[in-house]
């Protein structure tokens, strides 16, 4: 079980994230799929990209086009329990198209440079792809 303390944590860090992208909704075009990321709260790459790119992802084109949505491995919503438990390396990033069909997937946080360019990367291939 999590310290109080991470569980606070967690949930000021949803709050966020959940507040900027409502706030930005209705200047967004509409939602082209979702990113999904895998965290656990033990790794500190999962951290720092809750801490440095999570705040502004909703505020960009990529956010407006793949919100976010952060499964966490210990609580996975119904709907990625399955697949939470199957991934082994955090955070895990999974770009869905609005079918639900995966578009690409990466996997680890080594800063806010190669998170972008593999975003790009995928979100470009999808739209080159009928």
């Known amino acids: 079980?999590?310290?109080v303390r991470w569980r606070v944590g967690w949930l000021v860090v949803w709050w966020i994230m959940a507040g900027s992208g409502w706030l930005h909704a209705?200047?967004?075009p509409e939602a082209a799929g979702r990113l999904i990321?895998?965290?656990a709260d033990y790794c500190p790459y999962c951290k720092?990209?809750?801490k440095v790119v999570a705040p502004v992802y909703p505020k960009?084109?990529?956010g407006g086009r793949f919100p976010l949505e952060v499964v966490d491995h210990f609580s996975p919503s119904r709907e990625w329990e399955?697949?939470?438990w199957e991934i082994r390396f955090y955070p895990t990033f999974l770009v869905m198209d609005g079918q639900g069909r995966e578009l690409g997937r990466f996997r680890g946080y080594r800063g806010e440079e190669p998170f972008w360019s593999e975003m790009?990367?995928?979100a470009?291939?999808?739209v080159a792809t009928p």
């Open 82 to 84: 399955s697949l939470a």
């Open 120 to 122: 790009e990367r995928i």
């Open 1 to 3: 079980m999590m310290p």
């Open 37 to 39: 990321v895998f965290v």
């Open 124 to 126: 470009v291939r999808r």
């Open 26 to 28: 209705a200047e967004r």
């Open 48 to 50: 720092e990209f809750l």
């Open 60 to 62: 960009t084109d990529l």
